[in-house]
């Protein structure tokens, strides 16, 4: 949109801030239903677009996807896993999810492509997202007539809205303008990163393997066919410097195993980067006219691949109780969305952090925990039950 356009806009229905997978999916949402909303976000189209981070989606977020009509793409290039492995010292089985959840699966799909295509949509159905807008601010979010302003190429931005969703992520401006009296906050913050790196390389298998190893966690997985996504359990001060491409191909070798290392494909790494791990709560999800969904309200470690179909879960409850509002005018479920986001959302929290601490390596992981760790995947292998447990929240637990 030109920048006369965006700056024109004064007044919409849902004003929502960030345009990452939880704010694009909710204007969707929305625009389906015929509500309108108005997306700003910070940075740049080519850098949101450039983004590497999820790939791997529940059941719950592809229906999303079906549901607004997004979904060409995924389903034409999407992969869908029946399982994935789990190996311990070389000590490897697989987890079937088709078979342990009564016929679920999950989508290998990159973030990155869904928020390109999500961005497609809303240019081809004309529903505004103004990128490089900065400074946002939430203004009157207390009263019944918020607004969020903003400055673009030096102009002044100012849309009036029933409600702002606050979708700008873990550092974003939204949750920062809830009063911290308001707020209560949970966070564990993890002694270790993922230093991850994406190559054109085919899959060293043709599903996901997750590692414990002695010497730390690994992870592989993939973006299509041709394209690998591994990650290393890493010092939170470990220097991408130090880690020439070799020695990460050998360290996953390692870790992964030999089955794993014998099918591994070696090449140039195309992106190379280490997130830190953190579990983060903010509580409620809620303050007058803002709602919180995504990142900006938690974090989880990406070892369950919650975070992102945590964010499409967040924004499907949300809006629903928008629509429900704009239909017959009800607050109910604008009143009880924090509730039941949350209710969902300490599910995935749970098992995002049992699965951490069962594969990863921590600074007193001393040589009983270490057996605990081995004992618990051994118990994992033989036992329906405790594999029907991890299963079903890998998958995704119900959107009630
Ligand atoms: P996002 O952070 O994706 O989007 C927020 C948007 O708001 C951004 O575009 C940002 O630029 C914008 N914004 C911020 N402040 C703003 C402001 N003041 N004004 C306007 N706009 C503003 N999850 C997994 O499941 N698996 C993974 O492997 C995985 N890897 C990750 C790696 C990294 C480095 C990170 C940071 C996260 C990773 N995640 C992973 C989690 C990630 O996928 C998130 O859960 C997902 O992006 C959440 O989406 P949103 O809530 O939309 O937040
Ligand atoms: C990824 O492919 O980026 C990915 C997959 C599964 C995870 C975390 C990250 O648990």
Not at 177 to 187: A, F, G, H, K, N
Not at 270 to 295: N, Q
Not at 344 to 356: D, G, L, N, P, Q
């Amino acid at each position: 949109m030109k920048t006369r356009e965006t700056t024109r806009l004064s007044r919409t229905q849902v004003a929502i801030i960030g345009a990452g997978p939880a704010g694009l999916l909710l204007q969707q949402l929305l625009h389906v239903a015929g509500v309108e909303s108005v997306v700003l976000e910070q940075r740049s189209r080519a850098y949101v677009e450039s983004r590497i981070r999820a790939g791997v989606l529940e059941q719950g977020a592809v229906d999303l996807l079906d549901r607004i009509g997004v979904n060409a793409r995924m389903r034409r290039e999407g992969l869908v896993h029946d399982g994935f492995s789990l190996v311990a010292d070389d000590d490897r089985f697989r987890v079937n999810l088709r078979d342990l959840t009564g016929g679920m699966n999950v989508m290998v799909y990159g973030q990155t492509e869904m928020t390109k295509d999500l961005i497609e949509a809303a240019e081809l159905r004309g529903t505004p997202v103004i990128f490089e807008a900065e400074g946002v601010a939430l203004h009157g979010v207390d009263g019944d007539r918020p607004f969020v302003t903003w400055r673009k190429d030096g102009q002044e931005g100012r849309l009036v809205c029933d409600f702002i969703a606050g979708c700008d992520g873990f550092h974003g401006v939204s949750r920062q303008s809830i009063p911290q009296r308001d707020l209560t906050t949970y966070e564990r913050v993890y002694p270790f990163g993922w230093l991850g790196i994406l190559a054109d390389v085919p899959p060293c298998d043709h599903e996901l393997i997750y590692a414990n190893h002695e010497r730390g966690f690994a992870l592989a997985s993939m973006r299509s066919e041709t394209r690998s996504r591994y990650y290393l359990q890493a010092p939170m001060d470990v220097k991408l410097s130090d880690w020439p491409d070799e020695r990460i191909w050998d360290e996953l070798a390692v870790r992964l195993g030999p089955a794993a290392a014998a099918n591994m494909r070696r090449g140039s790494s195309i992106e190379k980067s280490v997130a830190g791990l953190r579990s983060f709560v903010a509580e409620p999800m809620r303050w007058h006219r803002l709602f919180l969904a995504g990142d900006a309200a938690h974090i989880v470690p990406p070892t369950g691949a919650k975070g992102l179909n945590l964010a499409a879960s967040d924004v499907h409850f949300l809006s629903e109780a928008l629509l429900a509002y704009y239909g017959s005018g009800s607050t109910s479920a604008l009143d009880a969305y924090s509730g039941r986001a949350l209710k969902r959302i300490w599910k995935a929290e749970r098992f995002s952090w049992w699965f951490t601490g069962l594969t990863h390596r921590f600074p007193d992981t001393d040589a009983f925990s270490r057996r605990m760790q081995i004992a618990e995947l051994d118990y994992i292998k033989e036992s329906r039950a405790a594999q029907v447990t991890i299963a079903e929240n890998y998958v995704g637990l119900p959107l009630s």
